[in-house]
């Protein structure tokens, strides 16, 4: 794909959704953060039934350490990976208190160090929390990088080394969210919504699906 078409591309999905944001409710830093880790194979939409019942209980890093794991299991257990989730949670939030006072570090290593924090989600946060350029590549995004041809790679770091390279900076900030949204509610993993897809025409699929 060439760089005249991808900026085509990034045009009509930026008009498409003008403030992307993420669709996991939060309210802080570190609610961000949780829910993020929550959502690894789970719909936002399952981790925001989880959050708008826990939160209100705990959501600092020391109110998460005083509920404990076992609540936590209680709470996360309707989700995919939830007993590793809740381990990593407690994991991750006695480290915010022993090493950084309950704050979320504002920089990649610090995040990645944390139990349970990848790059994506490391990603996401430096994102969404602190406004970097971070590109965070999820399954959907991974998918329509890849079907559309705009950023082709065989695993996440490439796709991610690849929007960095052909997104302009001032567009980093949300273009991982217009593929997300894209993704999830267009360009969807089995049954393409083509008929629906407002890049279409520029979309370099072979199996457009017009019904």
Known sequence: MNNAKRKKILTRLQENTLKPITELNYTSHFELLIA???????????????????????????????LGVDKIREHIRTIGLWRTKAKNIINLCRM????????????R???????????????????????????????????????TNFAV???????????????????????????????RYTCLARKPKCFLCKIKDLCEFEKKMDL
């Not at 880790?37 to 998460?64: E, F």
């Open 96 to 107: 915010l208190v022993e090493d950084y006072n309950g704050n979320i570090p504002n920089n």
């Open 109 to 147: 290593e610090a995040l990645e160090s944390l139990p349970g924090v990848g790059r994506k989600t490391a990603n996401l946060v430096l994102n969404t929390a602190f406004g970097f350029p971070t590109i965070a590549v999820d399954r959907h995004v991974f998918r329509v990088c890849n079907r």
């Open 36 to 66: 993020t880790l929550l959502s690894a194979q789970t719909t936002d939409i399952s981790v925001n039934k989880i959050t708008k019942k826990l939160y209100p209980i705990a959501n600092t890093a020391s109110s998460m350490l005083e």
């Open 153 to 183: 790679g065989p695993n996440v770091k490439a796709v991610e080394n690849n929007l960095l390279k052909f997104v302009p900076k001032k567009l980093q900030i949300h273009c991982h969210y217009w593929f997300i949204l894209h993704g």
